[in-house]
């Protein structure tokens, strides 16, 4: 059986698959998928109510950028085990050194900067024992991202504007540091291992942690709350069950579903019917405008047709689908607010107006798949201000 650091040496790509939004996504996959989910998102409700629920941790999610993995990993060029860094899933490769951090990210001045700074420091607060890391970068001294000001330390690299008191034990820490990171996940294949905490790190003065901790109690949940929760989560279920056939109402139609979900969250609308077929006519006749014969065109035109007519065939289905998908985001909003009210380690802003982090991560418990991990995010909040913010440096 191969190592994973021997799995890393022939195939460069190390990444994450994408997480699921809890009660966003997982309806538009088929009835299993969403039983699976209806049952993570009670369970969120109970460990927040205080009772014994299959929760097995939580963290707050860092909102940075650029994602990146670094580790000990076997460097193809001369079989050794060697500190390496690479960008999101490691696609172009692992950067040795600095030259390696020039040939596979000089493309991109700011990512090389990044990368650059991750490589001379990363190694300080990693040994060989952690395997491979999945994490975000949150701010760096060289950059200006991660500077003092204002008797604050402060740090922003993607939409949040963090900050803490410079004076605080944290601050003083995150004053002294050349760079801070999130380290979030541990990969290794199929058995990967989410909501890492800074204290299982060594500690090194050039290189700040980013604190994911999430403080709750019971007592935060209020009456109210759960009285909101419940009455979504029963309204949700009645429409899921008025739907004839789950599975097959959404088959081949997953992706679509999911890219005019996030359209509604960029416009602050409710999915609809008629909303969802004008998306998916346009998607679809954009396909047809890439053809070059009439033939072809033709032929994708007949499969639209087939398409939409199936929609408007089942519209009764689309319309509990729909209803159902408005009441789980509530649902799950109300969670959100919930953990949003504990104490958090840092104050967030975006353009200048204060707001919360940018959601959560849930890791049940049972096995390490992502079958067992969620990220719970306001979408309406964070998500849309995150579509709509020009001033976010891509990398690619």
């Known amino acids: ?124 607060v990693v040994r060989p024992y952690h395997g491979l890391i999945q994490g975000d970068f949150m701010g760096s001294k ?16 993607n939409t949040i504007d963090y900050s803490i008191d410079h004076n605080s034990s944290e601050g003083k820490a995150l004053n002294k540091a ?43 949940y209020t009456e109210e709350q759960r009285n909101t929760f419940t009455s979504n989560f029963s309204k949700a279920k009645e429409h899921l069950g008025k ?49 070059k014969s009439e033939k072809g065109k033709q032929k994708k035109k007949d499969e639209i047709n087939s398409t939409l007519f199936r929609v408007d065939e089942n519209k009764k289905d689309f319309e509990h689908l729909f209803k159902a998908h408005k009441h789980l985001d509530d649902a799950k909003n109300v969670l959100v607010d919930t953990l949003n009210s504990g104490k958090q380690p840092y104050n967030h802003e975006i353009k200048g107006e204060k707001t919360h982090p940018e959601g959560y991560v849930v890791k049940y418990k049972g096995s390490n798949s992502l079958d067992n991990v969620a990220k719970v995010v306001n979408r309406g909040e964070f998500s849309r201000k995150n579509f709509l913010d020009e001033t976010i440096q891509f990398f690619y």
């Open 178 to 220: 050349k760079i801070m990171v999130a380290l979030h996940t541990r990969i290794d294949g199929e058995n990967n291992e989410y909501n890492l905490k800074p204290n299982g790190f060594p500690q090194h003065s050039d290189v700040a942690l980013f604190n994911n901790s999430v403080q709750h109690e019971p007592n935060n």
């Open 1 to 124: 059986m191969k190592t994973f650091i021997e799995f890393l040496s022939e195939e460069k790509n190390a990444s994450i698959p994408h997480l699921r939004h809890l009660a966003g996504e997982s309806h538009y996959y088929g009835e299993k998928e969403t039983d699976d989910e209806l049952k993570r998102l009670e369970h969120l409700h109970k460990h927040l109510s205080g009772e014994d629920s299959n929760v097995q941790s939580i963290s707050m999610k860092a909102d940075g950028s650029p994602s990146f993995n670094m580790g000990y990993v076997k460097d193809p060029e001369d079989g050794e085990t060697k500190f390496g860094v690479a960008y999101k899933g490691a696609a172009k490769g692992f950067a040795f050194n600095q030259n390696d951090v020039n040939r596979l990210f000089g493309h991109n001045e700011g990512l090389r900067s990044k990368m650059s700074q991750l490589l001379e420091h990363g190694h300080k």
């Open 243 to 291: 739907i004839r056939d789950h599975t097959s109402l959404v088959d081949g139609l997953t992706d679509h579903l999911q890219t005019y979900i996030n359209s509604t969250v960029k416009s602050n609308s409710a999915p609809t019917v008629s909303g969802f077929r004008s998306h998916l006519n346009e998607k679809l006749q954009k396909q047809v405008d890439k053809l």
């Open 142 to 157: 060289k950059d200006g991202t991660l500077k003092k000001e204002d008797g604050k330390v402060k740090f922003k690299e």
